[in-house]
């Protein structure tokens, strides 16, 4: 088991370089990644929130009890300022249906477990970044179909029903289970919790090669567009949480976990919606693999001068 828990701590600790290596080739020579089937991107997406119910338990929601503020503080700022964002810099930007969809999708969506990683490594509150992550994401079956469907009703169909399904079936079951076994079987789980990282970083790995892969042509023919409204997305997502916590005077640690968990999305989410919500826009999934990408290498240069923030 030790090898496992060597291998599964060197694929946490180069995550980003590694997604980014494995974007780069699906981008420029497709054929290496056309075996994934793009049916995959479900149980893929399933597995990884299975393995983020394994890690929690009743300690975990305490803060919702005992700080309720600093969870409503988080849920308000999550399902604003990224959809607002989003939407703004569509428009701003004159992304085609297709994209706008996609970067909505993105917007909309609750923060990524990546978050409390990065949280973590920046010296920021650990528990108020996991209570915001789980809440927000017990929460996004009735958020995203419903911040979707009133940003994008204008310009796309959103069917509100199938989203709720699919995010319900996708994360709120697998983790849900998660969570019931790690109760149950806590010896086993504890064994099996060290080689999670290696685990998601795989399935998340083979759901940005699947999207990538698959439209690699659009995405080139976009230029540079596309990834400048995911950049800035990102980046004016982690300011506007700095500015919030600054504003409302909270201590260091949880301005710091405010600002990665509205910075940082699930965007794997956004990706598996986008296929299965809007098929007739193949585009629409391409935002959620980028920024797949791209969070993980700004939340490590974050991590990197937030730890210098005493």
Known sequence: ???????????????????????LLALFFPGSSLWIEAAWINPLLMIVMFGMG????FNDFALVFTQPQYIFLGCLAQFTIMPALAYGLSIAFGLDNALMAGVILVGTCPGGTSSNVITYLSHGDVALSVGMTSVNTFLAPLMTPAITHML???????DMVAMFISIVQVVIVPIMLGFVINKLFAEVTRTLVDVLPAVSVTAICLIVACVVSHNSERILATGGL??????????????????????????????KALSIEVGMQNSGLAT?????????????????AIFSVWHN??????????????
């Open 1 to 23: 088991m030790n090898i496992f828990r060597k291998i599964s701590d060197v694929l946490g600790h180069y995550m980003a370089i590694i997604v980014v290596a494995v974007t």
């Open 54 to 57: 394994l890690t929690l338990d």
């Open 272 to 288: 598996s919606l986008a296929g299965s919500a809007f098929p007739d826009l193949a585009m629409a999934t391409v935002p959620g």
């Open 152 to 158: 994008l009703m204008k310009t796309v169909n959103v």
């Open 297 to 310: 290498i700004s939340g490590a240069l974050l991590a990197s001068v937030y730890r210098r923030w005493k």
């Open 226 to 255: 596309v990834f400048i409204v995911v950049f800035l997305h990102n980046m004016l997502g982690y300011l506007c949480g700095f500015v919030l916590g600054k504003i409302l005077r909270l201590d260091t640690p949880k301005t």
